[in-house]
């Protein structure tokens, strides 16, 4: 606020399309605008296991935030944003995929909690080529 920008939280599952569809129509609500830059940034992590010792459901919930979280926001956001004819979405990847993290399984449990509550702030800040951003995490 202090340099004139706003931001919102806003509720989104990010694994859950018509969540990110209801997304985009209040985030051009609450800008005013339509949105011109999205970064795409949920994660959750759940690694640590060997292969075989990781359950299927850790494998589905990781899967569905950090490849379709991703794919819905593109999916949604891409073709506004060809309309509008100008703006970007920036991907966002964790170096943890780059190699293993012996106790990352720990927080597993509540990374699926956090990500099955997903936020979106959505922040205005009119001073730059990217001034209606969202970032998704």
């Known amino acids: 606020q202090k340099t004139g920008g706003k ?11 018509k969540d990110v569809e209801s997304l ?3 985030a051009e609500k609450l800008l005013e605008a339509p949105v011109n830059l999205v970064i795409n940034n949920a994660g959750i992590g759940t690694g640590g296991k060997n292969i075989g ?13 950090n490849l379709w979280g991703v794919i819905y926001g ?12 100008r703006g970007g979405i920036i991907n966002v ?30 922040a205005g800040k009119h001073d730059g080529p990217f ?3 969202i970032e998704i995490f």
């Open 131 to 133: 001034q209606r951003m």
């Open 74 to 85: 593109c999916h949604v956001f891409a073709p506004k944003l060809r309309a509008l004819g």
């Open 24 to 26: 985009a129509v209040k």
């Open 53 to 65: 010792d990781t359950t299927m459901a850790d494998w589905h919930a990781t899967m569905d935030v």
């Open 7 to 17: 931001a919102w939280p806003v509720r989104c599952d990010v694994t859950n399309l």
């Open 93 to 122: 990847a964790s170096t943890a995929s780059f190699s293993a993290a012996p106790h990352l399984q720990d927080s597993s449990d509540m990374d699926r909690d956090i990500a099955s509550q997903e936020r979106l702030t959505i």
